[in-house]
């Protein structure tokens, strides 16, 4: 089969051809059918303590059809989309982390950030049984290979506390803000704002049922916030992960506000904790998802209450892969870009 592997930092991806992955007792062997680019991937291939081993093959966001099965309940032809985190042995009978840790839970393998454990930028896959989530007809692949980011989404304001009617700002609208704010919205928010400074991406907040929108270059962020909403935002979902932008968010959060943090600041930053004391702030960091995040995620999809294809911006062949995914790296309009291997 062909895969896109990883060679090393500074390379593009190279188009390789690859043996076949066997499926064995407890494996399922996807036809991958989309997959998507995640900012994850750009990061493991760029930042040096990631130590990303040459080899690998990355993509972590897929949905596909069954084409081998090592596990009683699914046969060939059946639809899935992948929990990119197996449990460990232990925990695996009980669908997930036995702890209820999900992610966090030390024994989980991630699967596309190691050669052991190739992920899904390839025509082919193989996940264990218990990562496989079923896609219902009516849920197409482009949704599929979307409920992972969707899930963040999901994860993060479930573990936000976010009480109904909350007043909600998102800072980024890249996949993971978007997610969000489609999910904070979902779970009963009064209203939820999005700051970004890119036009297109504002455009498509506003598109995806952004209460407002806000460029946060244009005018300062808690004058439009208390604008848009009448109030402080007592609730913010961090999305960027740059430098400075905690920060910026204690400066902005009200007394006894909260700060959920998503986008992932790969360096190292500097905050002013006796701020942050003043004003009593909750702090909160997050990382992906539990398989429920997942399933709460599928059944907004299957209701009409979130469209997948909003988020997608390009779809490309595996050919195209390494030129898009170099591209990615550099500020632009795309959200989601998937790939669809069979191109
Ligand atoms: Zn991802
Ligand atoms: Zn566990």
Not at 33 to 54: F, K
Not at 167 to 177: E, F, K, N, S, W
Not at 219 to 236: K, M, N, S
Not at 292 to 298: E, K
Request: overall charge neutral; proline content about 9%.
């Amino acid at each position: 089969m062909r895969a896109a592997v990883f060679e090393g930092p500074g390379r593009p991806l190279a188009l390789r051809a690859r043996p076949d992955p066997v499926a064995g007792p407890g494996d399922l062997l996807l036809d991958v059918a989309l997959c998507g680019i995640c900012g994850s991937d750009l990061h493991a291939t760029e930042v040096p303590d990631y130590r990303l081993q040459p080899g690998t093959v990355l993509g972590h966001e897929f949905a596909g059809t069954v084409i081998a099965s090592g596990h009683p309940d699914w046969r060939p032809g059946d639809r899935a989309a992948c929990i990119p985190f197996a449990p460990c042995a232990e925990c695996e009978p009980a669908g997930e982390c036995r702890r209820g840790l999900a992610a966090t839970c030390p024994g989980v393998t991630g699967l596309g950030f190691s050669p052991q454990v190739p992920g899904g930028y390839a025509e082919r896959v193989r996940i264990r049984a218990s990562q496989a989530l079923r896609l219902p007809a009516g849920v197409g692949f482009e949704a599929g290979a979307l409920l992972e980011p969707l899930a963040v989404g999901a994860h993060a304001v479930a573990m936000s506390g976010m009480r109904p009617g909350a007043r909600v700002l998102v800072t980024g609208a890249g996949p993971i803000g978007l997610a969000v704010m489609v999910m904070a919205r979902l779970a009963g928010a009064g209203a939820v704002v999005v700051s970004e400074p890119g036009a297109a991406r504002r455009d498509r907040a506003a598109r995806l049922g952004a209460t407002a929108v806000i460029d946060p270059g244009a005018a300062p962020l808690e004058a439009a916030f208390a604008e848009a909403t009448g109030g402080p935002p007592e609730l913010i979902f961090e999305c960027v992960g740059v430098p400075g932008m905690l920060q910026r968010m204690i400066e902005a959060a009200p007394p006894r506000g909260g700060i959920v943090v998503v986008g992932v600041c790969m360096e190292e930053d500097r905050l002013r904790p006796r701020m942050a004391i003043r004003k009593e702030l909750n702090l909160r960091f997050v990382l992906a998802y539990g398989r429920a995040d997942f399933t709460r995620v599928l059944r907004h999809v299957e209701a009409g209450e979130i469209r997948a294809a909003d988020f997608v911006t390009d779809i490309v062949g595996l050919a195209a892969l390494p030129e898009t995914f170099e591209a990615l790296r550099r500020p632009g309009t795309q959200v989601k870009v998937l790939v669809d291997p069979a191109r």
